[in-house]
């Protein structure tokens, strides 16, 4: 007799499944001839989902995520506000603040003096972006780009709104939203994870980027982020150990596979089989990794379109044509981080090398999608976890000042996938203080990013600690109007 709470715990298998809904081998053929992803991934546990199948009709079949830790400065890049030029050293008005909080590195100040962007701005394209003279690569490409300018959060300092940016909640322990895909949509490539994050680092002041934030939290292993490195081995252990051979390795991991079975069998703890399904990954990683890795078959075209360091590794532009490569190859979600835009001072310097790191490859990956046919279903995302404030912190010069943190708005780019190209959405006020027209919190965003692929954000939950949790926790709706 089978244990009740033992079966309860169990992940039904496709055998079971098919056994007991009565099923025929005909209509699993059928079925999988018609929607090839039918038993990829599992989602909307409790839900009434099924399993790899989107909710309706996606836009994007993966995503990009140029995330620039740090914060740039929507006033130097994308946010146009010539009035803080007109009152340069004026005191920011109290009306405007409204008594808002401030990190506890400005919140002293005995004044607050506006500053404006050193660097000079232009409109390009038919949608008329405003661009600074800082992303010459960016303004070419305006109206392929859909910029978001009213941007808000409720975080103020890195790693909390860092946190919130990757996985809804500034505090830890909550899956990513690489991990949610991966967990809702599965893989399109059985040889190479569903979810890889790269890392990068600018010369500016670099705050920390940590596993937490391309972490699985209460969902199966395996939906974990796969970090790459830039070393000789981009995958950690993933080379056979000296003195094996290929099959014996197999051998390994299939004796491995039979024990684990058997603790399977006898705990029933899910968390098993999700182990064995990384080692299987990383065996079939081993071939894979390194074809993809490849540059030497990219033409000259691709090189000169990226730029010269892409063909150093760790750098930037290194990580965006990795990132084509891995998204061209199948990985569902695919993360960058670039560390350096925190710039409390100095501002003027760092930025402009901040700038020139990112601006020539972060076009060119949208460029080379674009070229490629993929942009369509690929959603490229540029952006920090908040904006910078119109104020300087610390002593102000014509030539030198900094910006502090600031949540109040802030500005992000998105391309392809489903999004509309030549938009410019939302205003902020004419100081660069607050949203003005049409805010877009970080759950409104999520919910979006779900909804380009397939996924109602409501629905996509997992059942952990007696609660339902969701990447918008209980908040977030759609930006239709971003949507093409």
Known sequence: MENPLLEHRLNINRRRFLSRMGMGIGSVALGSLLMPDLFKGMKGEGAGLVPGIPDFAPKAKRVIYLFQNGAPSQLESFDYKPKLV???????????RGGQRLTGMTANQSSFPLVGSFAEFKQYGESGA???ELFPYTSKIVDDLCFVRSMHTEAINHDPALTFFQTGAQQGNRPSMGAWLSYGLGSENKNLPAFTVLLSRGIGNGQGVYSKLWTNGFLDSVHQGVQFSSGEDPVLYLRDPKGMSREERRAMLDNLADMNQLAYDRFGDPEITAKVKQYEMAYRMQTAVPEILDLSKEPDSVIKL???DCLVPGTY????LMARKLSESGVRFVQLYHQGWDQHDNLPYEIRHQAKDTDQASAALVTD???RGLLDETLV???GEFGRTNYSQG????????????PRCFTIWMAGGGVKPGLVYGETDELGYNVAKDPVHIHDF???????LGLDHEKLVFKHLGRRFRLTDVHGHVVKDLIA
């Open 86 to 96: 007109d009152w340069f050293g004026q005191e920011l008005p109290d009306s405007v």
């Open 130 to 132: 405003w661009v600074s």
């Open 306 to 308: 990226y730029g010269p």
């Open 317 to 320: 532009a290194a990580n965006c």
């Open 369 to 371: 999608l674009k070229q």
């Open 381 to 383: 995302i540029w952006g």
């Open 395 to 406: 002593k102000l010069t014509k030539d030198n000042y900094g910006r502090d943190h600031h």
């Open 446 to 452: 999520q919910a979006t990013v779900l909804h380009l």
